[in-house]
């Protein structure tokens, strides 16, 4: 097991409380554990609260011992019923709650507690402004996660066969990847959200629409899980996209590659080649310093310029918004490479560009990388060839 | 794929229009795609507004085709944006937002857009306490899921090897369950839960408290999913717990049973006959008519009564406060089995019963059942063998 070091855990409290001060927050609450691993190091059943001018505190529900096994954190208090948080926290002014997940009920429940009077402001805005960029820790993490990534997709070629399901494929390359330590999730900060941390959708279903803000959404198994694969079985000369998401220790990495088993139509393979091109057009804006929705605006005129305006992102009216979502311990975090985001894509910053097809009642085809901005460059993380694989 | 039939929806919106007259709700939105499923049959992103005079409508994000072929209701509509609600719902008094569940801020937003003045109550203990009752459709969706959960527990011994990791049997009993329609989660409605939808615990692992609030916890893969198989390999003559829960458009089962490879060792032979008495004993005062908090008394009763009290649901100070959960769309709704709920169980409630045992520091053994109470009756869903498997 990786535990989270104490400097790293320090300088991310450290970072906070300079935005705590700019926000004019004298402490805040964080209830959300995507936040809390990330501030604390652990994920048991805890609540996290991190005065401006003291050390932060963890109170932990469940389980104690692991929980002090795994924070760095000082000061670790085990509690029974979060009332008990009152004897350790001062009263402040005004203080950061997690308003953009904690439910409405929780977040009166808890103004009760901590008293009616205290000034309450969002404070996730402070947490996803942190982890826009990533520290060496945690790019050493998305490497092995990336790593992983690569073992699965040179196991594809052991499974994929005609006739299976694209739930059978799908389910088998999960076990495999799970054996190698894939969390088995990818994190989303969506009260909806459900979707499998992967996507094997082949022929037609790669053009079927979804619930989820994706270019493909695939079939699903019933209306109860209407999305991802399905039972469609797989055939000789369609296209196959496996975009399977990785998740180890918390940190994830997300990749797209083509399959086919027999050959590849046609289509599929010049989409394809359009696809890689706009990836490598793109990353090059943006180790120019071009802004976020430029890029975006810049990839679809790409697009047009290869003939695939129609497809390129989805089909009218199910286009989607985004080429790009910053990637790390959820899967849509800062920096997005998207329409209505305007800031450069910066030195530390790992997101995933996926350029995508998808042509009405044929099927998908698109490329996914994890990339890491560095210093005048980038790395793909995910490391693995970008050639369509025929079987 | 299989539809919700017009008359069950139609019968549920009755139902919640009865539950809303007694709460003086003039109407009630629903935004948590586990209710709006349940009273509209479909997940789409989508939102359903049910007036208390009227015929509920529901907006449609994506894909609205999608949602008029799963849903039977009259009124769909597609919108962009939430904001475009507006010029379809009159004016209330009084309504209910699914406050238990829906983040701060979106209820504040959502306040915007309907109106300030408007008073807001919470509506979704409505749908929980329908959701109390299964009709014979719901019944049958869930037979399905222990049929399929029936396959999976026979394919245990086709898989289990010593010397495999935890997760390595999961994973594939999961492909395998996957490929015979498992959607590959179990919904529970809280901000922080994660687990599999299954546990597979062998020897010490069993004992290791996490933090979901169940008899056993497990050690998990890292500090970012601290729950559940782990990479311990399965040894010979150790107690291996397989918890596998299914679920089936939309549905679940949940049980548990027994494996061991050589032999097993007494204490858990005999513990788990202790287990498979109290289960059988607890259904039939509950038949007879006992109370939710007098069956989980009388289970620790009879835990004490047969030498378990130290181990049974846990050890001290571990031990959790309930010996069964209700099952159907969510893993916890009504009814309990548990110190603090105090209503009969009566017909057409579905329940899984789970009386376990864990060792500290040695493991844990139990089972679980997924059961229907009929007219003075109860019958078992999931029909699988109860004996200890040896392998």
């Known amino acids: 097991?990786?535990?989270?070091?104490?400097?790293?855990?320090?300088?991310?409290?450290?970072?906070?409380?300079?935005?705590?001060?700019?926000?004019?927050?004298?402490?805040?609450f964080f209830h959300y554990k995507i936040d809390y691993f990330y501030?604390?190091?652990?994920?048991?059943?805890?609540?996290?609260?991190?005065?401006?001018?003291?050390?932060?505190?963890?109170?932990?529900?469940?389980?104690?011992?692991?929980?002090?096994?795994?924070?760095?954190?000082?000061?670790?208090?085990?509690?029974?019923?979060i009332k008990e948080i009152?004897?350790?926290?001062?009263?402040?002014?005004?203080?950061?709650?997690?308003?953009?997940?904690?439910?409405?009920?929780?977040?009166m429940r808890f103004r009760e507690i901590i008293g009616n009077n205290i000034e309450i402001a969002d404070c996730s805005p402070l947490t996803k402004e942190l982890r826009k960029y990533k520290s060496p820790f945690e790019i050493g993490i998305m490497e092995k996660a990336a790593a992983i990534a690569k073992k699965v997709y040179s196991h594809v070629a052991h499974i994929l066969k005609e006739g299976m399901s694209e739930i059978e494929v799908g389910g088998l390359l999960e076990a495999y990847a799970k054996k190698h330590g894939h969390e088995g999730l990818l994190r989303v900060r969506s009260l909806?959200?459900?979707?499998?941390?992967?996507?094997?959708?082949?022929?037609?279903?790669?053009?079927?629409?979804?619930?989820?803000?994706?270019?493909?959404?695939?079939?699903?198994?019933?209306?109860?899980?209407p999305v991802g694969a399905s039972f469609k079985k797989i055939k000789r000369n369609e296209p196959i996209l496996v975009d399977f998401g990785i998740c180890y220790h918390g940190y994830q990495a997300d990749q797209t590659r083509m399959y086919a088993i027999g050959s590849m139509p046609e289509l599929y393979t010049e989409a394809y080649k359009a696809c890689r091109e706009i990836q490598y057009m793109?990353?090059?804006?943006?180790?120019?310093?071009?802004?976020?929705?430029?890029?975006?605006?810049?990839?679809?005129?790409?697009?047009?310029?290869?003939?695939?305006?129609?497809?390129?992102?989805?089909?009218r009216p199910h286009k989607v918004r985004f080429l790009g979502h910053g990637i790390g311990i959820e899967l849509a975090e800062f920096p997005f490479i998207a329409a209505t985001h305007d800031?450069?894509?910066?030195?530390?910053?790992?997101?995933?560009?996926?350029?995508?097809?998808?042509?009405?009642?044929?099927?998908?085809?698109?490329?996914e990388n994890t990339v890491l901005m560095e210093?005048?460059?980038?790395?793909?993380?995910?490391?693995?060839?970008e050639d369509i694989v025929i079987l």
């Open 192 to 225: 909806n959200y459900e979707a499998y941390s992967w996507h094997i959708l082949s022929g037609r279903t790669g053009s079927i629409v979804s619930q989820s803000d994706s270019p493909m959404g695939g079939l699903g198994l019933s209306p109860a899980f």
């Open 282 to 315: 793109v990353l090059d804006k943006a180790l120019e310093g071009m802004i976020s929705k430029d890029l975006f605006t810049y990839s679809i005129e790409l697009a047009e310029r290869l003939g695939y305006g129609d497809f390129y992102l989805g089909y």
């Open 343 to 367: 800031y450069p894509i910066e030195e530390g910053m790992v997101f995933a560009i996926e350029p995508k097809m998808v042509f009405p009642k044929q099927g998908a085809c698109g490329i």
């Open 39 to 81: 501030l604390s190091g652990t994920m048991q059943d805890a609540l996290l609260y991190v005065p401006l001018e003291e050390k932060p505190v963890l109170f932990v529900k469940r389980e104690i011992s692991r929980a002090r096994r795994e924070s760095p954190l000082e000061h670790i208090i085990p509690i029974r019923s």
């Open 86 to 107: 009152i004897g350790h926290i001062k009263p402040e002014k005004r203080i950061g709650l997690q308003l953009d997940v904690l439910p409405y009920n929780d977040v």
């Open 1 to 28: 097991m990786l535990y989270a070091l104490k400097e790293e855990i320090e300088q991310r409290i450290y970072k906070l409380k300079q935005l705590m001060e700019k926000s004019s927050l004298n402490g805040a």
């Open 375 to 385: 210093k005048g460059t980038y790395r793909i993380l995910t490391d693995i060839d």
